[in-house]
């Protein structure tokens, strides 16, 4: 019986996936065009399996030669004179599982080749008359790169001399990781490997501009998902109805191949096959409850890079808008750790499990860093009776808590923090039985909107700060908007006034605005 995969290599035998022939067919493409190229894509993100299935595909008209770094010392890439027998080691090794004669994959292994001034003679030797491609998994698996960005500069000069007619290499070349080669200097950097000396400049300005951009969408599409459900629920016959759980799935993952499988297998294994919406939330809460590679890896490099922690906490905790310009290397890192996308030329979080994960991560860092600023005392029990969740009087208490607390404090760090002090007065009381979100998508410097999912209800929150009373009856209609495209027919508005020397008292009380009902805190 098949099972659900989220670590390793997938086998269509053995797991169930989505059909990715599409992408492999576009792939191929490029491959058949004799093109060089870098598939860099986040930590699980499907790369190794992608790769696996395109070798599979090609190997009926090419030599294809699958290495990865995975494993391998830094000493092999300490100098030319380790890299290369390295190098045709494993080559020699890949080809014997290949068609490829063993005299051929003997042919490879020449103890002579030390230098990429030899190896660049070796390989027009060997891939005279054949069409060889070369796939390189985990390139960036080495922290000493400059051995290896040599070796993709040789490999360039090799490429141009061959379309000039004058040399014999590789027909195709694909490299696979998370970092970009042209991202690798920005890594060197980080880990303060790189001198900035006007050789290495040169060197790693353009180690690969001959590679053509890869622009294939490597997620998974609502209806990807539906060929893997298709499979699960034909051998399990659960009567869940597929196109509504793929949706749903979507929905928090946006298609990122890890969360996708996990959820399912959350499903499949832990929560008694209940494929339903209430099962995918359920899953969801599974997920961000566990400590597991892909968030480590997150937060590592939130530490890691201290500016594009700031860029994620100034989107997704202060609402602030930031243009999404690929160019710049924060954002540029950020996607490339498959945390930030672009959502109509702003800065966004990728998927809603990213935003409840780093959203929870940040108002604890950020809580610990001012514990003394804290609204606590209530209790998960104060405001949850018989199961549900009751919104209005977890508000009432925020307000008094609130006044009573930062009644005479500074404006400006109230500004700041007001969104934080109320995401770190709600996380703990839903903490368990349900979870929150951030909609990006709605957020900006003026609103922020929340919902939250708890049992079987739902609550749309929407946070403002004060911008006068003739805003008011806009932020009803922008709350309402908002409901309506969640299908709520109540809605909460918690307003920030700032202003000094104003009344401090909260007001707090139900309204109706176009036959809704809408439950206005101003504090």
């Known amino acids: 019986m098949r099972k659900f995969n989220t670590t390793g290599l997938c086998v269509p035998e053995k797991h169930y996936m989505v059909d990715i022939s599409n992408k492999v067919d576009q792939i191929k493409e490029l491959v058949d ?77 020449n103890k002579g080749v030390s230098s990429f001034e030899l190896l660049s003679d070796h390989i027009t030797r060997v891939c005279k008359g054949k069409k060889i491609v070369l796939m390189i998994d985990e390139i960036d698996k080495t922290s000493n790169n400059r051995v290896f960005v040599h070796f993709l500069g040789m490999l360039r000069d090799k490429f141009l001399a061959r379309n000039n007619g004058r040399d014999y290499t590789f027909h195709s070349v694909i490299l696979a990781g998370v970092y970009d080669i042209k991202n690798i200097k920005l890594k060197m950097v980080n880990e303060g490997s790189y001198t900035h000396a006007p050789e290495e400049n040169k060197l790693y300005n353009s180690p690969w501009n001959i590679a053509v951009s890869f622009e294939i969408d490597m997620s998974f599409s609502p209806t990807e998902i539906v060929t893997m459900l298709t499979g699960y629920e034909s051998d399990h016959n659960t009567g869940m109805n597929i196109p509504h759980i793929a949706e749903e799935i979507h929905n928090y993952t946006s298609g990122y191949p890890f969360l996708v499988s996990r959820i399912c297998q959350c499903l499949d294994k ?156 709600l996380k703990p009381l839903i903490n368990g039985k349900g979870f929150y979100h951030i909609e990006s998508q709605f957020t900006d410097l003026r609103r922020m909107d929340i919902v939250v999912d708890f049992g079987q209800e739902q609550y749309i929150i929407e946070l403002k700060l004060w911008h006068g009373e003739k805003y008011k009856q806009e932020a009803y209609q922008q709350l309402l908007g908002y409901m309506a495209s969640k299908n709520a027919h109540t809605g909460y508005l918690l307003t920030f006034d700032f202003r000094k020397g104003q009344n401090k008292q909260p007001s707090v009380g139900w309204v109706v605005f176009e036959e809704k009902r809408i439950f206005d805190v101003v504090i």
């Open 33 to 109: 065009d004799q093109c060089y190229f870098t598939i860099n894509r986040a930590r699980q993100y499907g790369k190794t399996t992608t790769l696996a299935f395109l070798e599979n595909i090609l190997k009926n008209e090419y030599i294809t030669i699958s290495i990865s770094f995975e494993g391998i010392g830094d000493g092999s890439f300490e100098s030319q004179e380790s890299f290369c027998p390295m190098l045709l080691r494993r080559i020699s090794k890949a080809l014997d599982f290949t068609p490829a004669s063993k005299m051929y994959a003997q042919e490879w292994l």
């Open 270 to 425: 832990n929560l008694d096959k209940n494929w339903t919406t209430d099962g995918v939330q359920e899953a969801v809460k599974i997920i961000l409850d566990e400590q597991n590679t892909l968030f480590d890896d997150i937060f590592k490099n939130l530490e890691a890079y201290k500016d594009l922690y700031d860029l994620v906490y100034s989107v997704l905790i202060m609402g602030q808008q930031r243009d999404f310009v690929i160019h710049h290397p924060l954002i540029q890192f950020g996607v490339m750790f498959g945390f930030l996308k672009n959502n109509n030329r702003k800065v966004a979080i990728s998927n809603k499990i990213f935003e409840v994960a780093m959203s929870n991560y940040l108002i604890t860092e950020e809580s610990l860093r001012n514990s003394d600023k804290q609204i606590t005392g209530v209790l998960p029990y104060d405001v949850v009776q018989n199961g549900k969740f009751d919104m209005e009087l977890c508000l009432r208490k925020f307000a008094e808590h609130y006044t009573e607390l930062f009644h005479e404090h500074d404006a400006k760090f109230l500004e700041k923090h007001g969104r934080l002090l109320f995401l770190s007065y």
